[in-house]
C-alpha cells in the first residue's frame, strides 16, 4: 500500500472517528463509500479502508447498505470495567497474601521509567493515547505473576477500548493518567500494597465516571431528530 493511500486513509479515519466520538453523526445516519469518496474528494479504496478500521474499533457496523453508528451499552460497559477492575486489583491481591509470589521488579522499574519519559515529554491528547494507557495495566498485571489473568484483561481491553477512546478526548486527562500511573507503580515498589489498591480503583473509577459521561453525551446528540 502506498503511502499516500494511507495518508488519505488516516484522514477519513480520524475525521469520521472525531464525529462519531462527539455525536456529529447520528444513530440514523447511514455512511456509504461513494456519499464519501465525494465528500472527500477521493477514490473509495481508502474511504473503504477508513471504514473497516472504524468496524474494528467498535464505532461502525456494516449494514446491508453501507454502514451505520454503533449504540454503546451502558450496562455491558459497567459490567467489563467491573471484571478489569476485578482483574486488576486480584493481581496485586495475589502478591499481598502470598509470602512466596513476589513482583517482577525488573519488568515495574522498566515500565516506571516508560512513564517518567512520557512524564517529562507527554504525547498529544488523542484517543489513541489508549493503546498506550493499556500497556501500562497490562505489565502491572503481568508483572504479578498469573498469565491467565493477564490473557483475561486482555480480552476485556479489546471489548472496551473503544468507548475508552473517550477518556482521553479531554484536556488534562493524559497528564492526569500519567501521574496516577506513577503513583500506583511506586507503591507496588514500595511494597504499599493496600495503597496501590486504593490508588488503582480510584484510577480506573475515574476512567468509568469520565467515558459514562462522554458516551452519555455523545448518545444524546446521536439520538437528536434533525
Known amino acids: 500500500m502506498s503511502t499516500r493511500v494511507e495518508t488519505l486513509r488516516d ?20 455512511l456509504t463509500e461513494p456519499r464519501l469518496s465525494t465528500r472527500f474528494g477521493m477514490s473509495r479504496t481508502p474511504v473503504r479502508e477508513a471504514l473497516t478500521m472504524l468496524c474494528a474499533d467498535g464505532l461502525l457496523q456494516r ?3 453501507g454502514f451505520s453508528p454503533v449504540r454503546p451499552s451502558i450496562a455491558r460497559i459497567r459490567d467489563l470495567y467491573e471484571l478489569r477492575l476485578t482483574l486488576e486489583l486480584g493481581g496485586i491481591t495475589q502478591v499481598a497474601a ?14 516506571r521509567q516508560r512513564w517518567l519519559a512520557l512524564k517529562a515529554d507527554p504525547p498529544a491528547k488523542e484517543p489513541g493515547f489508549v493503546v498506550i494507557d493499556e500497556q501500562f495495566h497490562v505489565a502491572l498485571l503481568t508483572a504479578a505473576g498469573n498469565r491467565e489473568m493477564v490473557r483475561a484483561l486482555i480480552g ?5 477500548r473503544h468507548v475508552r477512546r473517550y477518556d482521553f478526548m479531554l484536556n488534562n486527562r493524559v497528564e492526569t493518567t500519567i501521574v496516577e500511573h506513577l503513583s500506583i507503580i511506586d507503591a507496588v515498589l514500595a511494597g504499599e500494597y493496600a495503597t496501590a489498591q486504593a490508588r488503582l480503583h480510584a484510577h480506573i473509577g475515574d476512567s468509568l465516571d469520565v467515558v459514562l459521561d462522554r458516551i452519555s453525551r ?8 434533525d
Request: charged share 35%.
Open 156 to 160: 476485556v481491553n479489546s471489548r472496551i
Open 98 to 111: 502470598d509470602p512466596d509470589r513476589t513482583y517482577d521488579r525488573d519488568l515495574l522499574e522498566a515500565e
Open 63 to 65: 449494514e446491508e447498505y
Open 11 to 30: 484522514v477519513v479515519y480520524s475525521t469520521l472517528r472525531d464525529e462519531l466520538m462527539n455525536g456529529e453523526i447520528r444513530f440514523g445516519d447511514r
Open 218 to 225: 455523545a448518545v444524546a446528540a446521536m439520538s437528536l431528530s
